[in-house]
């Protein structure tokens, strides 16, 4: 008879599982030992157990299978909270194993004890706790299912001294590999959706994550609507390449055209996006909304016509209900507009500093322009996300991942590690923050331990920089965000990586071929603006205001070099042309 640890590991060995990140723990050494003796699953050791969850994710994320994750009783399984909420709201399929303490322990407040079934419940669809061995049997495809099914966290408690009890139960496969399925809303649905679209000739879509795959049909969409595609950040990866009515990203961070685009429109068709800036969305327009999962429908905007359906099926069968349109002069304007937003922010990508810190819009566009044509590319939140947005190029190869809807600092890292580990060959490009590197800097040696050649970008601005653009909009003065920093490339290189640094704009292109070049880890530090605004396309009074209240605060407390500095970095003519 084999113990439940190792019919556990068998039957993720059975469904395609190919590794588990995490970190051992006695109550967890049942399963870690299982996997030990096996060739064809692989441990995956982090420093941090929350990395084991953004790995994870970003693997299921680049792979689009189910990732597993673990960790040992208490304080073990409590580090990948904050990883699983940011794979639930990334709605990817994760597995979570949250080794307990021994059962005839729990209720007594025993070393470590906790209940897992209550903290991980907000990060999870499904979170069970395992209290004997034949439970698994059963618990563990319905774990893996719901994952599966709803793009999710499942989560199974298992007590140590039950993952090394013996078992007769046996590993089987699921029979559900991914969630594919498609979704056709209702004809009467879809026809009052065409009576809106046909009613008008100014209309715009927002489209998002859920137009993954349905390329084709969103163009073909666009087209017989003479609509510009305006889209949300974790939609650009699937929207933007090879696609005439791209009018760029909408929000704080995106373009102006991708704003007025959606705002000036008599009819707004959102596609597979949660986009979550109700201002950002037109007052009176009609509103037709399309996404898999019904409950996500008007909970940013005012809704019209809700179509319960997945965002390829819809178009294919919305597209014979359209009448042909002639006008396209709202699509022509909103191209014009795309086309001058983003000469403005190709202007800014310039090494226009020959000493001392760099654009960090000019990082990002040399990045982007030596990476690899099929690169991941992962962003910490913070200004790295702007850069990635505005100044990557997707190309329907290349990936994106990002905390985009949890918004956790430190994402980038741990996430790189879980794309690279899907692939070594491919090139795998963490963006990354001063702040979020050093929140999870141990992650480096997770790559150089588990042979990851991940290239890590340090956009080395020596302050948590995005915070501080909030405090300034907010009219604080800015305040706990001095960032005391190593020298990240004489760090990384005692980690076994490349470690480079780049003071210089003249040094960058050089130094960021040789990283990309290079044959395992490597992590490029480069200085760069401190001040460097992240523009939104529209700022209100509230925040111009704030900006006002921000410079007064400044000089008033004796700052005035700051506010010198702000107007070097060109932030208040920016600001107030
Ligand atoms: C610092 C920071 C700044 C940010 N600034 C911006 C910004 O300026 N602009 C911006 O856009 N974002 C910004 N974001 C990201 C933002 O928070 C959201 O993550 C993003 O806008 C959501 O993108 P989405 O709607 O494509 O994805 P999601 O929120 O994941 O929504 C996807 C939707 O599609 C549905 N769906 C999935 N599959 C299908 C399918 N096959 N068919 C139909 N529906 C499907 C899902 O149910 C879901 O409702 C920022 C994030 C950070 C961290
Ligand atoms: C875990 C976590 N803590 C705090 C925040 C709030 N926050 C958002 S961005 C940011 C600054 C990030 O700093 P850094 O990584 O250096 O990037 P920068 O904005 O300076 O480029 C902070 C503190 C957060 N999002 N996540």
Request: hydrophobic residues 45%; glycine residues 8%; proline residues 4%.
């Amino acid at each position: 008879m084999s113990k439940v640890a190792e019919v556990l590991v068998e039957t993720l060995i059975a469904n395609g599982v190919e590794r588990v990140w995490g970190l051992p723990g006695d109550s967890l050494n049942g399963v870690t030992d299982a996997i030990r003796t096996r060739p064809d699953i692989q441990w995956m050791h982090v420093r941090n157990e929350e990395a084991a969850a953004f790995a994870a994710g970003a693997e299921a994320h680049v792979s689009g299978k189910l990732a597993v994750c673990a960790g040992s009783c208490g304080p073990g399984n409590l580090h990948l909270i904050n990883g699983l909420f940011d794979c639930q709201r990334s709605r990817v399929p994760v597995l979570a194993i949250a080794a307990q303490i021994p059962s005839a322990e729990l209720g007594t407040t025993y070393f470590q004890e906790t209940h897992p079934e209550q903290l991980f419940k907000d990060c999870s669809d499904y979170c069970a706790v395992i209290s004997e061995p034949g439970q698994l049997e059963r618990v563990l495809p319905i774990a893996m299912r719901t994952a599966i099914a709803k793009r999710s966290v499942a989560v199974i408690v298992l007590p140590g001294n039950i993952a090394t009890e013996h078992c007769s139960w046996q590993a089987r496969a699921i029979g559900l590999l991914k969630n594919d399925s498609e979704i056709t809303p209702s004809c009467q649905a879809l026809e009052r959706a065409a009576e809106i679209l046909n009613g008008t000739s100014r209309v715009a879509i927002l489209a998002g994550a859920g137009c993954a795959g349905s390329h084709a049909e969103l163009v073909a969409f666009a087209k017989a609507l003479h609509a510009p595609i305006t889209h949300a950040l974790r939609g650009k990866e699937y929207i933007e390449f090879d696609n005439p009515f791209d009018v760029g990203m909408s929000g704080l961070l995106g373009f102006s055209s991708g704003y007025a685009a959606m705002k000036n429109a008599d009819a707004l068709v959102i596609l597979g996006s949660d986009f979550p800036y109700p201002q950002f969305f037109p007052k009176d327009a009609k509103v037709v909304q399309v996404d898999s999962r019904g409950e996500q429908i008007g909970r940013r905007t005012h809704v019209d016509v809700a179509l319960i359906g997945t965002v390829g099926s819809t178009i294919r069968a919305l597209l014979p209900l359209l009448q042909a349109k002639s006008n396209d002069e709202y699509l022509k304007a909103a191209q014009k507009h795309y086309a001058s937003a983003r000469k403005g922010l190709d202007d800014l990508a310039t090494a226009d500093t020959d000493d001392g810190p760099l654009r960090p819009e000019f990082v990002a566009r040399t990045l982007d322009q030596l990476a690899s044509q099929d690169a991941v590319f992962t962003c910490d939140v913070g200004t790295p996300t702007v850069w990635a947005a505005r100044y990557l190029t997707m190309n329907g190869r290349r990936r994106l991942i990002g905390s985009f809807n949890h918004g956790s600092m430190a994402c980038a890292l741990p996430q790189a590690c879980g794309a690279q580990a899907v692939k070594r060959s491919r090139q795998v490009i963490s963006m990354s923050g001063d702040g979020g590197l050093a929140m999870l800097m141990g992650e480096l040696l997770t790559a150089k331990q588990n042979q990851l050649p991940i290239k890590v970008v340090v956009f080395n601005n020596g302050a948590l920089a995005f915070v501080e653009l909030e405090m300034k909009a907010a009219g604080y003065v800015n305040f706990g965000t001095d960032l005391d920093d190593p020298d990240f490339s004489q760090l990384a290189t005692s980690c076994g990586f490349l470690g480079l640094r780049v003071t210089r704009a003249a040094e960058l292109q050089a130094k960021t071929k040789q990283l990309l070049a290079h044959d395992g880890p490597a992590l490029l530090d480069v200085k760069v603006q401190r001040q460097e605004l992240s523009m939104p396309p529209t700022i209100t009074i509230e925040q111009a205001r704030g900006f006002g209240l921000y410079l007064l605060r400044a000089v008033l407390s004796g700052r005035g070099d700051e506010v010198l500095d702000l107007a070097e970095t060109n932030l208040i003519s920016r600001l107030f042309s």
